[in-house]
């Protein structure tokens, strides 16, 4: 008998380790009382002498056993290295770090209240360097924030003051023009609001912005005043004003500032002084970078970015229908957007996208945590541009087998790391292709979906399931096979067992080609699954025992080149089958049946859906030959179809957008294409795609907008699309009567011709015509 | 002019100091660790979740003259400290479709499916499962700590069983 649920919750609650947590009601209570300056008032005063001495004691080198930052080069040629951290406590608790130098790291730090007599938090700079780890002083009393980039940093924060909840001392900024070794510091003529309760920094090019809070109000709009200082003036601020902003800080990005960017008004400036209250696209678009000298915005999702109303996709951006866009990091040096995304949960899965136009992307594929690390967070991270171009990331790793978290540390990718183009979208062609073709009005028995087939001698045979005419609906569906040998319909008779209760879905093996029929199932008087082959278009046959277990319920998909396969995918328990031995797929855990199986080369490629909590969600397999899962991609739960196809050397995604859209985008290496824009296409809507490995091939219907209103027909015009890279098209309609609705499916492609079942009805009656049947394309 | 906050604070300020803190502490001692717990298992985050604590009795620290006459305080922080992570998840640009991430929780369960199954709660189910099985809150106290009716946490929790006994079930039926 399982664990009742309400014991396996305790259980699992309990399990999480009481003493995981180690707290101390001193952090608490400093905490408190550096935002209290409303409730203690004027009782602040001896804080203030305290943290005025905080930690600010001139450079001291800590007496500990530091080793120092660890730089880790990636393999030769990835133009990226770690700059890792000292994992020792005070480096660990760098909020957060810049890399400097080759080999070095500064950041801010908060000071432990266990680290001072008076036991109070503050905030100090460390610099951790070949020659041990400094605190840095930058000779101001309480420092606030700290930024920059390069050789260049910047510090703000009071003299003769200390902590928030005393009166504010003379606002001052520290300027390091080598790393952070030295600085100079002056006090401005700047007076902060009584009220203030963070400072923060971002600087440009030639100017700094300071962000003075008001209130403590964290987390919806609060007000701020901003002070703007040229760089070559640091005592004297040039500009100043009130804004009511979210609670972002302010950042540095493209030459110019932004403050506040959530659910609110972003400003943005390029000289300080001037402030553009930035329009966003959508409502709840964020304002995330400055590109070229204008906003760059993401939607909500932190899903579709928008570089001068050019929208990217970054899921279909990167082939990756559920990407991991949950630490997303953007920033820009002004000619160039770089944005840090997850493509993929495992640790390596971070990649670096650049783009100057919002149109062409390149990507470059993040080092992983080094050695002696599990993973890196990109959490509470910033990402800087230094002037010779190279990105620096900070970033925390978890040391291996730990769950905790270890030193903030620095990834650095230098300019000519390598990166790859990721084509964006281009502009398909179609153009129309004079061929011929011809009907062939389908067997007195009307095939019902699944229909699958190929070309034998003068004609083809095919194999659907079929309902007798004059049955009534709940009568049983039966497989059946019929050949059309150029001029009449014949039924197929196979050895298959008769009433095999899975006759239908073994009848999907069917496979023709040029070696002739073959299927697999159950024979009469057979031992065991058995190859079944005609070389006479079905006529007589030859059997032969497969090393291959027969499943109720499963969903056979193999090849001639990879007949050892079976996998069991339908209505049940799903697993692989490879001569006998068996292999549980995690990813079908829920039922979800392949509807297509296409053999291409030595691999077959499956295509279906899944049933996840009541959405339908699209899949795709690639079985390589030994029966090992080369691909896999699953489709998002927005219901759309989403499959891969192989196209050449590479692979093509085909995406069926929901309605109201109804379009249909191809996207592969040749770039993105969305078919309904294309010139020479009207409203192509999309019924089947089949794949040969050298083309792509498409049927549907076109000129069917009136559909989307509710009002008129379907197309009575069926439209076959080919192409051998995705964005050059051929076209090839098939008109039947007015008046007639046509929808169509692929059942065999080959170099000549082309195998496309329709099946038609009256627009008016909705009645089935006797129009519907097979047409085979010559080409 | 007199506010409600200058009244507060005199008679804050009036409170013998010592005294005040001791008590804060032993309320601290008693509650920090479970709070930072279940605001770790409700976001995913054992480190932020403990950041997020942090920050819930600092200002429980702030306000404990009020906090302290409460029926629940550690709900009032819990709650608090959960509004503050998720605020700091948006402020840092952390979005998750779910911000539950499982592989955060420290230390990592045994129970794997479970575990994958409270990670595909919703946040709002997930929290009245963590106050309800890790905090061990009665019906009344969690709809108080969560700022909801009684009757809305008995929905949430509900619905959240019904769907961990789903997925949990949908597990079991894999063979072995």
Same mark, same amino acid.
């Given at each position: 008998?399982? *664990?009742?649920?309400?014991?396996?919750?305790?259980?699992?609650?309990?399990?999480?380790?009481?003493?995981?947590?180690?707290?101390?009601?001193?952090?608490?209570?400093?905490?408190?009382?550096?935002?209290?300056?409303?409730?203690?008032?004027?009782?602040?005063?001896?804080?203030?002498?305290?943290?005025?001495?905080?930690?600010?004691?001139?450079?001291?080198?800590?007496?500990?056993?530091?080793?120092?930052?660890?730089?880790?080069?990636?393999?030769?040629?990835?133009?990226?290295?770690?700059?890792?951290?000292?994992?020792?406590?005070?480096?660990?608790?760098?909020?957060?770090?810049?890399?400097?130098?080759?080999?070095?790291?500064?950041?801010?730090?908060?000071?432990?209240?266990?680290?001072?007599?008076?036991?109070?938090?503050?905030?100090?700079?460390?610099? +951790?360097?070949?020659?041990?780890?400094?605190?840095?002083?930058?000779?101001?009393?309480?420092?606030?924030?700290?930024?920059?980039?390069?050789?260049?940093?910047?510090?703000?924060?009071?003299?003769?003051?200390?902590?928030?909840?005393?009166?504010?001392?003379?606002?001052?900024?520290?300027?390091?023009?080598?790393?952070?070794?030295?600085?100079?510091?002056?006090?401005?003529?700047?007076?902060?609001? +009584?009220?203030?309760?963070?400072?923060?920094?971002?600087?440009?090019?030639?100017?700094?912005?300071?962000?003075?809070?008001?209130?403590?109000?964290?987390?919806?709009?609060?007000?701020?005043?901003?002070?703007?200082?040229?760089?070559?003036?640091?005592? *004297?601020?040039?500009?100043?004003?009130?804004?009511?902003?979210?609670?972002?800080?302010?950042?540095?990005?493209?030459?110019?500032?932004?403050?506040?960017?959530?659910?609110?008004?972003?400003?943005?400036?390029?000289?300080?002084?001037?402030?553009?209250?930035?329009?966003?696209?959508?409502?709840?678009?964020?304002?995330?970078?400055?590109?070229?000298?204008?906003?760059?915005?993401?939607?909500?999702?932190?899903?579709?970015?928008?570089?001068?109303?050019?929208?990217?996709?970054?899921?279909?951006?990167?082939?990756?229908?559920?990407?991991?866009?949950?630490?997303?990091?953007?920033?820009?040096?002004?000619?160039?957007?770089?944005?840090?995304?997850?493509?993929?949960?495992?640790?390596?899965?971070?990649?670096?996208?650049?783009?100057?136009?919002?149109?062409?992307?390149? *990507?470059?594929?993040?080092?992983?945590?080094?050695?002696?690390?599990?993973?890196?967070?990109?959490?509470?991270?910033?990402?800087?541009? +230094?002037?010779?171009?190279?990105?620096?990331?900070?970033?925390?790793?978890?040391?291996?087998?730990?769950?905790?978290?270890?030193?903030?540390?620095?990834?650095?990718?230098?300019?000519?790391?390598?990166?790859?183009?990721?084509?964006?979208?281009?502009?398909?062609?179609?153009?129309?292709?004079? #061929?011929?073709?011809?009907?062939?009005?389908?067997? !007195?028995?009307?095939?019902?979906?699944?229909?699958?087939?190929?070309?034998?001698?003068?004609?083809?045979?095919?194999?659907?399931?079929?309902?007798?005419?004059?049955?009534?609906?709940?009568?049983?569906?039966?497989?059946?096979?019929?050949?059309?040998?150029?001029?009449?319909?014949?039924?197929?008779?196979?050895?298959?067992?008769?009433?095999?209760?899975?006759?239908?879905?073994?009848?999907?093996?069917?496979?023709?080609?040029?070696?002739?029929?073959?299927?697999?199932?159950?024979?009469? %008087?057979?031992?065991?699954?058995?190859?079944?082959?005609?070389?006479?278009?079905?006529?007589?046959?030859?059997?032969?025992?497969?090393?291959?277990?027969?499943?109720?319920?499963?969903?056979?998909?193999?090849?001639?080149?990879?007949?050892?396969?079976?996998?069991?995918?339908?209505?049940?328990?799903?697993?692989?089958?490879?001569?006998?031995?068996?292999?549980?797929?995690?990813?079908?855990?829920?039922?979800?049946?392949?509807?297509?199986?296409?053999?291409?080369?030595?691999?077959?490629?499956?295509? %279906?859906?899944?049933?996840?909590?009541?959405?339908?969600?699209?899949?795709?397999?690639?079985?390589?030959?030994?029966?090992?899962?080369?691909?896999?991609?699953?489709?998002?739960?927005?219901?759309?179809?989403?499959?891969?196809?192989?196209?050449?050397?590479?692979?093509?995604?085909?995406?069926?957008?929901?309605?109201?859209?109804?379009?249909?985008?191809?996207?592969?290496?040749?770039?993105?294409?969305?078919?309904?824009?294309?010139?020479?296409?009207?409203?192509?809507?999309?019924?089947?795609?089949?794949?040969?490995?050298?083309?792509?091939?498409?049927?549907?219907?076109?000129?069917?907008?009136?559909?989307?209103?509710?009002?008129?027909? #379907?197309?009575?015009?069926?439209?076959?699309?080919?192409?051998? +890279?995705?964005?050059?098209?051929?076209?090839?309609?098939?008109?039947?009567?007015?008046?007639?609705?046509?929808?169509?499916?692929?059942?065999?492609?080959?170099?000549?011709?082309?195998?496309?079942?329709?099946?038609?009805?009256?627009?008016?009656?909705?009645?089935?015509?006797?129009?519907?049947?097979?047409?085979?394309? !010559?080409? | 002019?007199?506010?409600? /906050?200058?009244?507060?604070?005199?008679?804050?300020? @009036?409170?013998? $100091?010592?005294?005040?803190?001791?008590?804060?502490?032993?309320?601290?001692?008693?509650? @920090?660790?479970?709070?930072?717990? /279940?605001?770790?298992?409700?976001?995913?985050?054992?480190?932020?979740?403990?950041?997020?604590?942090?920050?819930?009795?600092?200002?429980?620290?702030?306000?404990?003259?009020?906090?302290?006459?409460?029926?629940?305080?550690?709900?009032?922080?819990?709650? &608090?400290?959960?509004?503050?992570?998720? =605020?700091?998840?948006?402020?840092?640009?952390?979005?998750?479709?779910?911000?539950?991430?499982?592989?955060?929780?420290?230390?990592?369960? /045994?129970?794997?499916?479970?575990?994958? /199954?409270?990670?595909?709660?919703?946040?709002?189910?997930?929290?009245?499962?963590?106050?309800?099985?890790?905090?061990?809150?009665?019906?009344?106290?969690?709809?108080?700590?969560?700022?909801? $009716?009684?009757?809305? &946490?008995? =929905?949430?929790?509900?619905?959240?069983? =019904?769907?961990?006994?789903?997925?949990?079930?949908?597990?079991?039926?894999?063979?072995?």
């Amino acid at each position: 008998m399982s *664990t009742s649920l309400d014991e396996r919750l305790h259980r699992y609650f309990d399990a999480l380790d009481p003493e995981a947590v180690h707290g101390d009601p001193d952090r608490a209570i400093v905490r408190a009382r550096s935002r209290r300056r409303h409730q203690l008032g004027g009782m602040a005063g001896c804080l203030i002498v305290v943290l005025a001495g905080l930690g600010i004691v001139g450079a001291t080198l800590l007496d500990d056993d530091s080793p120092g930052p660890v730089v880790i080069e990636g393999e030769e040629g990835t133009g990226q290295r770690w700059i890792v951290g000292s994992s020792d406590r005070e480096l660990g608790l760098l909020r957060e770090a810049w890399a400097v130098g080759d080999d070095a790291i500064i950041g801010p730090s908060f000071v432990e209240p266990q680290d001072t007599e008076e036991g109070l938090r503050g905030l100090q700079v460390l610099r +951790d360097d070949g020659d041990g780890k400094v605190i840095v002083d930058t000779g101001i009393d309480f420092l606030h924030d700290l930024a920059g980039a390069g050789d260049d940093l910047y510090a703000v924060g009071e003299m003769g003051a200390g902590m928030s909840n005393s009166p504010p001392g003379e606002l001052a900024i520290a300027h390091s023009s080598d790393a952070g070794r030295t600085w100079d510091v002056v006090t401005t003529d700047v007076e902060l609001p +009584d009220d203030r309760s963070q400072v923060q920094i971002a600087t440009s090019d030639d100017f700094l912005v300071i962000q003075a809070r008001r209130g403590v109000d964290i987390g919806g709009q609060t007000a701020h005043v901003l002070h703007t200082f040229d760089l070559d003036e640091l005592g *004297t601020s040039v500009a100043s004003r009130d804004a009511s902003t979210g609670p972002w800080s302010p950042r540095a990005s493209g030459g110019g500032v932004i403050v506040g960017a959530e659910a609110g008004e972003p400003l943005w400036s390029l000289d300080g002084t001037n402030w553009t209250e930035a329009d966003p696209p959508t409502e709840d678009a964020l304002m995330v970078a400055i590109l070229s000298g204008e906003p760059v915005w993401i939607d909500v999702n932190f899903r579709v970015i928008d570089v001068g109303g050019i929208q990217t996709d970054l899921a279909q951006l990167l082939g990756a229908p559920e990407p991991f866009v949950s630490h997303l990091l953007v920033t820009s040096d002004g000619d160039e957007l770089q944005v840090v995304v997850r493509a993929d949960d495992s640790p390596d899965g971070y990649r670096l996208l650049r783009t100057e136009d919002g149109i062409d992307w390149s *990507t470059t594929p993040l080092l992983g945590p080094p050695d002696g690390f599990d993973d890196v967070s990109y959490v509470d991270s910033h990402m800087t541009v +230094d002037g010779e171009g190279r990105v620096m990331i900070d970033a925390i790793l978890r040391p291996s087998g730990t769950d905790v978290l270890g030193p903030r540390s620095v990834l650095v990718v230098e300019p000519d790391a390598p990166s790859t183009p990721i084509t964006g979208p281009v502009e398909g062609t179609v153009r129309d292709v004079e #061929l011929s073709h011809q009907l062939i009005e389908g067997p !007195e028995v009307p095939f019902f979906s699944g229909t699958t087939g190929g070309f034998v001698d003068d004609g083809f045979v095919v194999w659907g399931s079929v309902q007798r005419a004059g049955s009534g609906p709940d009568d049983p569906l039966e497989s059946q096979f019929m050949r059309w040998d150029g001029s009449a319909w014949a039924t197929v008779t196979t050895p298959l067992v008769e009433g095999d209760p899975d006759d239908g879905g073994w009848g999907r093996t069917l496979v023709a080609d040029d070696q002739g029929l073959a299927l697999i199932g159950l024979v009469d %008087g057979g031992d065991g699954t058995q190859l079944i082959e005609s070389t006479d278009g079905g006529r007589t046959w030859t059997t032969a025992a497969l090393p291959l277990e027969i499943h109720p319920y499963t969903f056979p998909a193999w090849s001639r080149t990879a007949s050892h396969l079976l996998l069991g995918t339908f209505g049940g328990p799903n697993w692989f089958r490879n001569d006998g031995a068996y292999e549980e797929s995690s990813r079908l855990v829920t039922p979800g049946g392949a509807y297509e199986v296409n053999p291409v080369g030595d691999d077959l490629w499956l295509r %279906g859906s899944k049933d996840i909590d009541g959405d339908q969600v699209s899949w795709t397999m690639k079985l390589a030959g030994d029966g090992t899962v080369e691909e896999w991609t699953l489709g998002d739960d927005t219901g759309q179809m989403n499959h891969v196809f192989p196209l050449r050397d590479d692979t093509v995604t085909v995406v069926e957008e929901n309605p109201p859209l109804l379009t249909t985008t191809v996207s592969g290496p040749s770039g993105e294409v969305v078919l309904n824009e294309v010139d020479g296409l009207e409203d192509f809507l999309l019924y089947d795609v089949r794949a040969t490995g050298d083309e792509l091939i498409l049927v549907g219907a076109d000129g069917r907008s009136s559909m989307l209103t509710g009002v008129g027909n #379907l197309s009575n015009v069926l439209t076959l699309l080919w192409s051998s +890279d995705g964005v050059s098209w051929s076209r090839y309609d098939i008109a039947l009567d007015e008046g007639l609705e046509v929808g169509g499916s692929l059942i065999a492609v080959t170099d000549d011709q082309v195998l496309v079942e329709l099946s038609a009805k009256d627009a008016n009656s909705g009645e089935p015509s006797t129009s519907s049947g097979f047409a085979i394309v !010559e080409r | 002019m007199s506010t409600g /906050a200058a009244d507060a604070t005199t008679e804050h300020v @009036h409170e013998p $100091r010592a005294d005040r803190e001791r008590e804060f502490a032993d309320f601290y001692e008693r509650h @920090h660790g479970a709070v930072a717990r /279940a605001i770790g298992a409700t976001i995913g985050d054992a480190a932020l979740g403990t950041e997020a604590a942090d920050e819930a009795m600092a200002r429980a620290y702030q306000r404990w003259h009020k906090i302290r006459g409460y029926d629940n305080p550690a709900g009032w922080t819990y709650r &608090v400290g959960l509004n503050w992570s998720r =605020s700091w998840a948006r402020r840092h640009r952390r979005q998750d479709h779910r911000l539950h991430r499982p592989d955060a929780i420290d230390p990592r369960p /045994a129970d794997v499916d479970l575990e994958r /199954a409270i990670s595909a709660l919703s946040d709002d189910h997930r929290a009245v499962v963590v106050c309800r099985y890790l905090l061990d809150w009665s019906i009344e106290t969690t709809a108080d700590a969560l700022d909801l $009716r009684p009757g809305t &946490v008995k =929905s949430r929790l509900s619905r959240a069983l =019904s769907e961990l006994e789903r997925h949990l079930g949908a597990t079991e039926e894999r063979p072995s």
